[in-house]
């Protein structure tokens, strides 16, 4: 039997890169997966994507602004009405990427966009996702951080305060939900994103990265990172709680 046979998932930024991997991965383990993102066409070939492979699970693509308390309403009653309910929550996109700044260069709204498009999205999206989770005393919830929000990474300014925002909100779900049969988890990822290897500086990055990461490559959503998802998405984690996982090769050493 797969490790989410019959469950029913929200999964953030699965357009591409790790949410995508989680996606695809959950609906091999037999979830059924509510796959959000802005932009639908990725997340309509994510759909042909797994229907192609023969997976159990179905991908149900919706088009969903983490920045628009409105689209995080919808896509929680969407899951609902979908599915019969919500069984896992995986909040695996963050707002402002492209906008990355050194401190001195960052003001308000750079900092109100990584935090709106963190902490606060993945802070609303458990508030909305709980009811369900209560009512069937079960559930499981991953957040997304980064080595950025525990280390100093100049140059990520909002970035690090958003992802460090992410890790305090783990702790308090996992003290305040467990009771509920609840359990919320942390990853922070080191992962190939798609296309980012397409240009010379890319390259460049993508080769210093390598040559930091002890086991000597960047991990894949798919075959590296979502595999650690899947269980923390399972049955199997019920005893694991408020715990962070690097999913880096060895590059972030976090106790």
């Known amino acids: 039997m797969s490790i989410l046979e019959g469950k029913r998932a929200i999964v953030t930024g699965a357009s591409s890169g790790v949410g995508y991997g989680a996606a695809l991965r959950f609906a091999q383990e037999g979830a059924n997966v509510i796959a959000a993102a802005r932009r639908l066409e990725k997340l309509n070939e994510l759909k042909d994507d797994a229907e192609s492979r023969g997976f159990k699970g179905k991908i149900f693509p919706v088009q969903c602004d983490i920045l628009n308390e409105d689209d995080l309403s919808a896509l929680v009653q969407t899951a609902a009405d979908t599915m019969g309910g919500i069984d896992i929550l995986a909040c695996i996109a963050q707002a402002g990427l492209n906008d990355q700044r050194f401190t001195m260069e960052t003001d308000p709204d750079n900092a109100r966009v990584f935090f709106n498009g963190g902490p606060i999205y993945t802070m609303l999206l458990i508030q909305k996702c709980m009811p369900y989770f209560q009512e069937q005393n079960y559930g499981r919830i991953i957040t997304c951080a980064s080595g950025a929000g ?55 990055a993508m080769e210093m990265l390598k040559q930091m990461i002890p086991v000597g490559y960047v991990g894949d959503a798919y075959e590296d990172g979502s595999p650690i998802l899947a269980f923390l998405a399972s049955e199997g984690a019920k005893y694991i709680n408020g715990q962070f996982v690097c999913i880096d090769g060895g590059l972030n050493l976090i106790v």
Do not use: H
């Not at 990520?156 to 919320?184: N, P, Q």
């Open 150 to 204: 525990v280390s100093a990474t100049p140059g990520f300014t909002g970035y690090s305060m958003a992802k460090a925002g992410i890790v305090a909100l783990t702790r308090l779900c996992a003290k305040e939900f467990a009771k509920y049969g609840v359990v919320t988890n942390c990853f922070l990822p080191v992962i190939k994103a798609a296309g980012f290897d397409t240009s010379d500086q890319g390259r460049q």
